[in-house]
């Protein structure tokens, strides 16, 4: 990967070695208030392998329901993995997030990802402004 440094000369970055993660996903673990029409952001550490990414390696689950219909979009770089709801997701209700069965553009598993939140009542066209 080739990115610009200081007076625009041309740095080589480096990924991590070894495995492949989730750095971060977007709501974060416990989160509450969240919009009921949010997207689902995952940061990888190394970018995804497009093939291994589908609605059931990284999706969105009602606790003690099914799977949230929805679509995963991956980011042009492979390191985003965007998921967009079919529907509102229901207010109250803990919702979770798995990303498992993942692998990175070398092949590599990604590990394993779970975490939580709880929507509201509210989308984000219901707020004004």
């Known amino acids: 990967m080739i990115a610009r440094g200081p007076h625009g000369a041309s740095v080589a970055l480096r990924l991590p070695e070894g495995p492949a993660w989730v750095t971060r996903v977007d709501p974060g673990d416990g989160a509450t208030g969240v919009f009921r029409d949010t997207r689902v952001l995952a940061c990888l550490s190394h970018p995804?392998?497009?093939?291994?990414?589908?609605?059931?390696?990284?999706?969105?689950?009602?606790?003690g329901g099914?799977?949230?219909?929805?679509?995963v979009v991956v980011s042009p770089?492979?390191?985003?993995?965007?998921?967009?709801?079919?529907?509102?997701?229901?207010?109250?209700?803990?919702?979770?997030?798995?990303?498992?069965?993942?692998?990175?553009?070398?092949?590599?598993?990604?590990?394993?990802?779970?975490?939580?939140?709880?929507?509201?009542?509210?989308?984000?066209?219901?707020?004004?402004?």
């Open 66 to 71: 099914g799977e949230v219909p929805g679509e």
């Open 77 to 129: 770089d492979g390191r985003l993995l965007i998921w967009i709801a079919a529907r509102l997701l229901m207010p109250g209700v803990e919702h979770l997030v798995t990303a498992d069965g993942l692998k990175d553009h070398r092949g590599r598993e990604v590990e394993p990802h779970r975490s939580r939140f709880v929507p509201c009542a509210l989308a984000r066209d219901d707020v004004p402004g």
């Open 48 to 63: 995804a392998d497009a093939a291994t990414v589908r609605g059931g390696n990284f999706r969105v689950e009602e606790a």
